[in-house]
């Protein structure tokens, strides 16, 4: 089946710093890739998704220059937290759509859990 | 904005049918999907339905649709414990974003 890589599985860093998050399809190509954040005991919340080629499009409250996503290739997309402070804590997720299927079908990576310190 | 809701806790015994209901509010959803959870984990398919559809079953696991009522449920024939776990409902909207309930967390008692 379809396999959603991403790196690195957890992170801490100190506030001011950025960090970076990969998500990589690993046996399909994916056109489209979306980012989620997830609060501990809530559902995903949709952040951007991310559209190979193209800018990513950000969900209403959501800070682009705060959260830079970048999808160079039909597999990898990235998200960059930058200037990373405490409440930038969380666990962030990526899915992937197979380009050409339309069932709609979200493969999910394993998740990255950043903690800001 | 559309919402797709469902309760938030279940707990059943080994053995016994679990039963997780979700109700979702966009008339044009042309697919509804569980996804599963496990802690710390990313989210896994387990199953969808298309919208012109009221049943699928697939193996342990039925999907019922009720689509007048905008009502979906997930049935866990003989649950087992590994069957803990948070499950989401999710609907998709026109083109390819897909929207998550809260999810379920489901406990099962040896």
């Known amino acids: 089946g379809a396999v959603v890589s991403q790196h690195p599985s957890w992170v801490i860093c100190k506030s001011g710093t950025s960090v970076k998050i990969e998500c990589r399809s690993l046996?399909?190509?994916?056109?489209?890739m979306f980012w989620y954040r997830q609060f501990p005991k809530q559902s995903l919340m949709l952040m951007a998704t991310?559209?190979?080629?193209?800018?990513?499009?950000?969900e209403q409250g959501v800070e682009k220059d705060k959260f830079l996503i970048n999808h160079a290739s039909l597999t990898l997309s990235t998200l960059t937290v930058t200037s990373a402070h405490p409440e930038d804590s969380s666990f962030y997720i990526c899915?992937?759509?197979?380009?050409?299927?339309?069932?709609?079908?979200?493969?999910f990576g394993e998740g990255s859990r950043l903690t800001v310190l | 904005g559309e919402d797709v809701e469902q309760s938030l806790f279940l707990s059943v015994r080994e053995g016994d049918s679990s039963v997780i209901n979700c109700t979702y509010t966009?008339?044009?959803?042309?697919?509804l999907y569980w996804y599963k959870q496990e802690p710390g984990a990313g989210l896994q398919l387990l199953t969808y339905?298309?919208?012109?559809?009221d049943m699928k079953q697939d193996q342990r696991l039925t999907v019922l649709l009720n689509k007048k009522d905008k009502h979906l449920s997930l049935r866990i024939a003989d649950t087992q414990t590994g069957d803990s776990a948070i499950y989401f409902c999710?609907?998709?909207?026109?083109?390819?974003?897909?929207?998550f309930g809260a999810g379920t967390r489901l406990f099962v008692k040896a």
């Open positions: 899915s992937a759509r197979e380009a050409g299927t339309n069932t709609g079908e979200l493969f």
């Open positions: 046996d399909f190509q994916a056109t489209t």
């Open positions: 339905i298309f919208s012109n559809m």
């Open positions: 999710a609907e998709r909207e026109g083109g390819f974003k897909t929207i």
């Open positions: 966009d008339s044009s959803s042309t697919y």
């Open positions: 991310s559209n190979e080629g193209s800018k990513a499009t950000y």
